[in-house]
């Protein structure tokens, strides 16, 4: 009964390849996010979908794209590995345009 | 530019004391503030909030206070308690119906029992 849920939690990658994060959420939002978390522990949006229209698109390589099937799914693509997208990726979701996000337990990307 | 700043990156304390965390921020357009508490291998969980008509929320044994002219917030914790050791984020938007939030880099709190 996992509220947001992301698989998989660790990703071991060579550099160049191609690789997908899932993300789901139960609780019935309507808003859904993806942050990142890099080295020195910022974490910083990279987007942001409310009822599967893009909202928020922080400066980030093209490499990356977020896709939302439905309203419960947030999925994050990401092209061409670089050794700089090493991080953790937080999946979240709210209700609406409201404050109170609700994050998934992350996914540790390595990239080799 | 880190708009909302944690520095002491990590602190102890004794079961049952206060924890006093501290939170600044630059950008004066920044009217609500939210505290997220993170357990290791897992995401960060809404802890508290204050939005800038106020200058002090309390939820059982936390409370939030903000000094907007100083562009500064605190948390509170009394008593701590072990299950309290966490890393602890600051973060804050412009709006309450403002989605963009932006957040501090987290203090790791261990309480000692």
């Known amino acids: 009964d996992t509220a947001v849920s992301q698989t998989p939690k660790y990703l071991v990658t060579q550099m160049g390849n191609d690789k997908s994060i899932k993300c789901e959420q139960n609780?019935?939002?309507?808003?859904m996010y993806w942050y990142k978390q890099d080295s020195k522990k910022f974490l910083k949006i990279m987007f942001s979908?409310?009822?599967?229209?893009?909202?928020i698109n922080e400066t980030v390589p093209n490499r990356f794209s977020p896709k939302s099937p439905d309203k419960a799914h947030l999925n994050l693509h990401i092209n061409s590995l670089e050794l700089g997208d090493s991080a953790v990726y937080f999946c979240?979701?709210?209700?609406?345009?409201?404050?109170?996000?609700?994050f998934g337990p992350g996914t540790r990307l390595t990239v080799l | 530019d880190q708009q909302v700043k944690q520095n002491s990156p990590s602190l102890s304390v004794q079961e049952g004391r206060i924890s006093i965390l501290n939170c600044d921020y630059t950008?004066?357009?920044?009217?609500?503030f939210l505290w997220y508490k993170k357990y290791p291998a897992e995401g960060p969980t809404f802890l508290i909030s204050i939005s800038s008509i106020k200058d002090k929320n309390e939820d059982g044994r936390f409370t939030v206070f903000l000094n907007k002219s100083a562009k500064h917030l605190s948390l509170h914790i009394v008593p701590s308690q072990p299950g309290d050791s966490a890393v602890y984020f600051c973060a804050a938007s412009e709006g309450a119906g403002n989605n963009r939030l932006a957040f501090g880099k987290g203090n790791q709190v261990v309480v000692i029992p």
């Open positions: 979240a979701s709210s209700q609406g345009r409201k404050d109170t996000q609700y």
């Open positions: 979908y409310n009822n599967k229209e893009l909202i």
């Open positions: 609780l019935g939002h309507d808003t």
């Open positions: 950008n004066s357009m920044f009217d609500y």
